[in-house]
């Protein structure tokens, strides 16, 4: 799977235009008043401007090479405050079974964002680490109603010719759909965000666009 865009909404659209250029060196075009476009890689990140009362926000993840996450995680802790990590005391999630690598950080909004390094995928660099590293877009998080959560991933899965992630396993409050290219992580309203301590999941909308099997699909929730 490949997402190719990702539409969001926030609360607080001129700093994250700031956050987005001048911390992570993406290249950002205000599309409009109400809108900005940012860069990364072979993915757009699309952020609407919405009433401040609503405050949304989400979790997603950026690919990087998987020979720079030590120089990735060091650029961005001359940046930004890193999420610190009870699970595994340190900065850095080991996902021993995804063999992947990630960290994890806040943007102005209270977006939840995370680099990730996936070591089964032949991607590598040789110069030093810089926003050019940034792939794609590799996963975006979805909240559903717990009450009707099996039910919408199964008529999602239905809809689309995807499938869950084969690293893995389903699990009562979390699924993942996809591949190390792109995945859909999917949890139930009200669960705790990991790498966070108290972040509730909640339901915003989102707008996704992504290839599967070479096609183009859409995904509005």
């Given at each position: 799977m490949q997402i190719k865009t990702l539409r969001l909404q926030t609360s607080h659209l001129l700093p994250l235009y700031y956050f987005y250029k001048d911390l992570l060196e993406l290249p950002v075009d205000k599309t409009s008043k109400h809108s900005i476009t940012i860069i990364a890689g072979q993915s757009q990140l699309i952020f609407n401007e919405v009433n401040k009362t609503k405050n949304p926000f989400y979790h997603f993840a950026f690919n990087i090479p998987n020979n720079k996450f030590k120089e990735a995680l060091q650029w961005m802790q001359s940046k930004v405050e890193l999420l610190w990590l009870d699970d595994y005391k340190s900065y850095v999630a080991d996902f021993v079974n995804w063999h992947a690598k990630s960290f994890y950080f806040k943007d102005p909004a209270g977006n939840i964002l995370e680099m990730i390094a996936r070591f089964d995928l032949n991607d590598q660099a040789d110069i030093s680490f810089s926003s050019r590293h940034i792939r794609n877009i590799s996963e975006t998080g979805i909240v559903l109603p717990i009450?009707?959560?099996?039910?919408?991933?199964?008529?999602?899965?239905?809809?689309?010719?995807?499938?869950?992630?084969?690293?893995?396993?389903?699990?009562?409050?979390?699924?993942?759909?996809?591949?190390?290219?792109?995945?859909?992580?999917i949890v139930p309203?009200?669960?705790?965000?990991?790498?966070?301590?108290?972040?509730?999941?909640?339901?915003?909308?989102?707008?996704?666009?992504?290839?599967?099997k070479q096609q183009l699909y859409e995904l509005e929730m």
């Open positions: 009450n009707t959560f099996d039910e919408n991933i199964n008529a999602l899965m239905k809809r689309f010719p995807i499938s869950y992630f084969n690293k893995q396993p389903p699990l009562p409050h979390f699924r993942a759909i996809g591949n190390d290219d792109g995945l859909f992580v309203e009200n669960r705790v965000w990991f790498s966070t301590k108290n972040e509730m999941s909640k339901i915003f909308p989102v707008k996704i666009s992504f290839i599967e």
